[in-house]
């Protein structure tokens, strides 16, 4: 039976779902021009202050599945409204915040609305889109919503703070998720599975507790190395999502259907999203602050020399589509994953912004159309009354190989840093210079002119050897990636919605 081919209804309906997922991106990098503000307005301790940037991906990461089954049990429209509902009010209640306690609660709830997005959005799209090539063509604009949120949450912060006080930067979702009640009944679909059972509470604050002390315990590894409370953070997590999969084994109705990794395509398109999301990640870590630190440039030059390599994951989630109508999934994605791979060689000679741009473009072009069509075959290979908690699954992949690649390759790097530091610096320059490059430059601007610039010379460099050193691993990576996806994925193909898995 061929699939009834998406009309016009359907393709405003996935404009309209593509404004969400473009705040929910925008979201994550928004805050980050507004810390100088909101820390003199607000002034928060070290660790508030930590906790205000970082709890929104926190629980994000953390709801992403409990979230995606809900939406099959609830109705993913329904779901959906109820999150863009949520996320308007936290977003007026983060803007208006007086006390830094008050903000950490506000960008909480702001992840916990943030988490209904994705998956009831990417379910959605499944269920408007069954033709394979229209629906890969829709995740294609999905993902490109994602990378255009990235890159306009900078420069869209910086307008705003321009003009306006720090709490501005969360008023623009406000009139996003207004449009979205205001036309998403009329528009998109609503799809449930009509058989679900109850949702196991139980289970559900396990898979929240076990993914927020993984993340957690990443996270602080990144920042602290790895400690005692790194260890302790990821030792709990690991043994909560043990006994967490145990208990689904046996429940009737569980929250997520563990067989489901029985499925080598599941399973490989998992795996492969983890390790692109661990390498984009990872570089973004060291992109960003290269600009910063070794050219100099502010943040909103900063910001502007990243949207190449944002445009490049637009134009590749775009050419996704295209170029499956010639190529099979898993030779696609391996493809795409050499790119990458190739992209990240030509990182490993970074001497300027040229290279050093022409590297992001290279392996964002790759990636892309990875997510894309590693998307759609992680959703597409789960039974369709299981969609929610696949995407679920999807974008929680995403999350943690993108924790990962910040807390390992951003280890690896500070590692390499600091060794290349101390044996270069005079014995005369200050500790904090021997630890991170933005402490060098922080104290070159105090010190002599003659010893300054010593300092920070050594840092650049070290710093420029560090990305390097962390763009050869994740070349090396992803090149066995490319290998795994060609050989796992060799007969994976792109399904029609609701046809049998």
């Known amino acids: 039976m061929i699939p009834a081919r998406a009309g016009r209804r359907e393709w405003i309906g996935l404009a309209v779902i593509a404004l969400p997922c473009l705040l929910y991106s925008m979201d994550l990098s928004v805050l980050n021009l507004a810390v100088p503000e909101l820390s003199a307005d607000l002034q928060p301790t070290g660790t508030e202050l930590l ?5 929104y991906g926190f629980f994000v990461a953390g709801a992403l599945i409990t979230m995606g089954t809900l939406g099959d049990r609830i109705g993913r429209r329904k779901l959906l409204m109820i999150g863009a509902a949520a996320f308007g009010a936290a977003s007026v209640l983060a803007a208006f915040s007086t ?29 408007m889109f069954r033709d394979p090539q229209q629906r890969t063509v829709a995740i294609g604009v999905w993902i490109a919503s994602y990378s255009a949120g990235a890159a306009v949450g900078p420069l869209l912060g910086g307008v705003m703070l321009e003009f306006f006080w720090w ?6 979702g406000v009139p996003v998720m207004a449009l979205l009640l205001a036309v998403g009944p009329r528009l998109l679909p609503e799809s449930r599975d009509e058989d679900a059972g109850r949702i196991d509470l139980s289970s559900a604050a396990m898979s929240l507790a076990a993914i927020l002390l993984v993340v957690y315990g990443l996270k602080r590894a990144a920042q602290d190395g790895l400690d005692g409370a790194a260890l302790a953070a990821l030792a709990a997590g690991a043994l909560t999502g043990a006994v967490f999969v145990r208990r689904q084994l046996h429940l009737e109705s569980p929250l997520i259907d563990v067989q489901l990794f029985r499925r080598r395509t599941f399973s490989a398109s998992l795996m492969t999203n983890t390790l692109g999301f661990f390498a984009a990640f990872g570089a973004f870590f060291f992109v960003a602050q ?21 445009a490049g994951f637009v134009v590749g989630a775009m050419l996704g589509p295209v170029l499956l109508k010639a190529l099979r999934p898993g030779h696609l994605m391996a493809g795409g994953l050499a790119v990458a791979a190739a992209g990240f060689a030509l990182l490993t000679q970074t001497d300027g912004l040229g290279i050093l741009v022409a590297g992001s473009v290279i392996f964002a072009l790759g990636l892309a159309p990875v997510a894309a069509v590693g998307t759609d075959l992680i959703v597409g290979s789960a039974p369709p009354e299981q969609s929610g908690a696949a995407s679920g699954m999807s974008e929680t992949s995403a999350e943690l190989g993108g924790a990962l690649g910040i807390a390992v390759l951003g280890s690896v790097g500070a590692a390499i840093y600091r060794t290349q530091a101390e044996a270069a610096l005079p014995a005369e320059a200050p500790a904090t210079a021997r630890d991170t490059a933005g402490g060098a430059v922080a104290e070159s601007e105090q010190l002599g002119d003659g010893l300054g610039d010593q300092v920070l010379a050594v840092a650049h460099d070290a710093f420029t050897e560090a990305l390097q050193a962390t763009a050869l691993v994740s ?27």
């Open 475 to 501: 070349a090396a990576l992803l090149a066995a990636a490319a290998v795994l996806a060609a050989v796992l994925l060799r007969d994976a193909h792109v399904r029609p919605a609701g046809a049998p898995t």
């Open 290 to 310: 290269y600009l910063q630190v070794v050219e100099g440039l502010s943040p909103l030059a900063a910001g502007l020399w990243s949207l190449p390599s944002s």
């Open 51 to 55: 906790w205000i940037v970082d709890i």
């Open 99 to 127: 006390t830094a306690p008050m903000l950490i609660g506000a960008r909480a709830l702001l992840g916990l609305a943030g988490a209904t997005l994705a998956p009831s959005t990417l379910a959605l799209i499944f269920t």
């Open 167 to 172: 709490g501005s930067v969360f008023l623009i």
